[in-house]
């Protein structure tokens, strides 16, 4: 069965750091792409950024482009998602999910929620 | 970047009856080369991630219900509902996978009327 738990968030003050990691089971993370995808409360869903399987292809939304920085690591089956100078409008649920070979999202975790609050 | 609107924002339809919406992209996410639409639809219940539904504007992910289907092509397209249930009570987004960054519509709230 696919599995991505999502671990890591949690309440920081505004322009702190944060690293979130995924960890996926069930399936061969050396294969696919995963991206993180975050939904602030109330609101609907936001790309924040993916990475290919090969680490060649690497994306960012323009609200977080370097600030965040996307990472895998295929021998532990983890991914990870280091966010620098955070601000209050980061606040949200942040998922990874599974992308196919065409980048179909097709398994999502249930998310790890960020709050940037003072 | 791509611009995904949905329509309507929200949605009440009897259970049993058709429920349809609508997805527009700001430009074409039809790739020439396979003549694949890159347009993915995604249920989420709440409290729940999103599932994904339809794939490729109207494939259907393995184990969704037949009464979930896709259509459309380039920049126009929707999801319908054939007969309302009540597990399907959520909120539905259209995502193209075209061309980074991904985006996704703004949701359309379905509930029982």
């Not at chain 1, 996307?70 to 409008?89: C, F, H, V």
């Not at chain 1, 998922?95 to 070979?101: D, E, M, N, R, V």
């Not at chain 2, 791509?2 to 527009?24: F, N, W, Y």
């Not at chain 2, 504007?57 to 509902?81: H, K, M, N, Q, Y």
């Amino acid at each position: 069965e696919v599995q991505l738990v999502e671990s890591g968030g949690g309440l920081v003050q505004p322009g702190r750091s944060l690293r979130l990691s995924c960890a996926a089971s069930g399936f061969t993370l050396d294969d696919y792409a995963i991206h993180w995808v975050r939904q602030a409360p109330g609101k609907g869903l936001e790309w924040v950024s993916g990475i290919s399987w090969n680490r060649r292809s690497i994306g960012y939304a323009d609200s977080v482009k370097g600030r965040f920085t996307i990472s895998r690591d295929n021998t532990k089956n983890s991914l990870y998602l280091q966010m620098n100078g955070l601000r209050a409008e980061d606040t949200a649920l942040y998922y990874c999910a599974k992308g196919t070979i065409y980048d179909i999202l097709d398994y999502w975790g249930q998310g790890t929620l960020v709050t940037v609050s003072s | 970047d791509i611009v995904m609107t949905q329509s309507p924002d929200s949605l009440a339809v009897p259970l049993g009856e058709r429920a349809t919406i609508h997805c527009k992209s700001s430009q074409s996410v039809l790739y020439s080369s396979n003549n694949k639409n890159y347009l993915a639809w995604f249920q989420q219940r709440p409290g729940q991630p999103p599932k994904l539904l339809i794939y490729w504007a109207s494939t259907r992910e393995s184990g969704v219900p037949d009464r979930f289907s896709g259509s459309g092509s380039g920049t126009d397209f929707t999801l319908t509902i054939s007969s309302l249930q009540a597990e399907d009570v959520a909120v539905y987004y259209c995502q193209q996978y075209y061309s980074t960054p991904y985006t996704f519509g703004q949701g359309t709230k379905l509930e029982i009327k």
